[in-house]
């Protein structure tokens, strides 16, 4: 027989769990002498439910489980890695220059509304005389979660080239957009460029190209910092069609502080509106769980 050690009763020797209490029995095992001796079981439940769950209540533990699962599934969510397009041709000093000293606060702006951040950035001239676009590399990686890895690549960065207005910016949005994002949180494009694009350039033949490529690649948000009252500029604002974001002006004139003085601030409120933006595709995601 076993005994129960919680309520003593007695149980047959097959029984796994107190007839009495529903206690789990512990197995009977033999020594060397042949005495009977009892040993743990810690792969079994202590106690049995007192009845089977209903269908009900089966119903709502999956439905909890679902929660949880789609809750841990949309934290992810409340991140984003933006790629910063950036203009780098010799009137873009000043914007250089901001986006160096800046980018701890911009970090900062966006973190503290619980965002998640990593940046990255694409420098880009004229690819119809052979200045080629490029992806910086922070680490091995094109994104960093480090303000001041950021920065200390980004200062290395030197104003110049360009040769006439028009930039190779559609091209190099075209690079933004194939580099590894992250797979649930948000996916940002930052434009920032004085000049018109080249339509067509060696990649990109047209603006409806890649508007297409932006919805293609799921992008979330995009941003214009652009010369928002130049005529042959406001064909950015096409890219702007299917897809969350705003056009901030770049500012005028050719002083490099001032410039780079205005852009601190653009930065400052950029960051605000992509936290902003994160949160409420979080809370959006969070009531269709709800």
């Known amino acids: 027989m076993k005994i129960c050690s919680n309520c003593g009763a007695s149980n047959l020797d097959a029984s796994k769990f107190c007839t009495e209490c529903g206690t789990a029995l512990e197995p009977l095992s033999t020594t060397k002498s042949g005495t009977l001796i009892t040993s743990p079981s810690p792969t079994l439940p202590s106690v049995l439910p007192s009845k089977p769950l209903s269908e009900s209540e089966v119903n709502a533990h999956s439905l909890a489980h679902s929660l949880n699962s789609r809750l841990q599934q949309l934290q992810g969510k409340r991140s984003a890695d933006i790629m910063f397009v950036l203009d780098c041709t010799g009137s873009m000093g000043g914007e250089i220059e901001a986006i160096k000293d800046a980018m701890m606060s911009f ?69 933004a957009l194939r580099q590894p994002f ?59 069609e299917g897809v969350r974001g705003l056009a901030f002006e770049l500012g005028k004139g050719d002083d490099f502080r001032s410039r780079a003085e205005d852009f601190k601030r653009t930065l ?23």
Request: aromatic letters at 4%; a negative charge; proline letters at 5%.
């Open 107 to 175: 970090a900062d702006t966006i973190e503290s509304d619980g965002v998640r951040v990593r940046v990255g950035l694409v420098e880009f001239r004229d690819r119809l005389i052979q200045e080629e676009h490029r992806v910086l590399i922070f680490n091995g990686e094109p994104f960093t979660n480090d303000p001041a890895v950021f920065r200390n690549e980004v200062a290395k960065l030197q104003a110049g080239g360009g040769g006439d207005e028009p930039e190779s910016s559609l091209d190099a949005i075209l690079l």
């Open 268 to 290: 400052m409120a950029l960051g605000k509106t992509i936290s902003q933006a994160t949160a409420i595709r979080f809370i959006i995601g969070l009531h269709t769980v709800l």
């Open 182 to 240: 992250t797979v649930q949180g948000s996916k940002v494009i930052v434009l920032v460029t004085d000049a018109p694009p080249h339509i067509p350039d060696l990649e990109a033949k047209s603006i409806e190209q890649v508007v297409q490529a932006i919805r293609d690649a799921e992008v979330q948000q995009l941003y214009l910092v652009i010369r928002t009252q130049n005529p042959e500029s406001q064909v950015y604002l096409k890219l702007l």
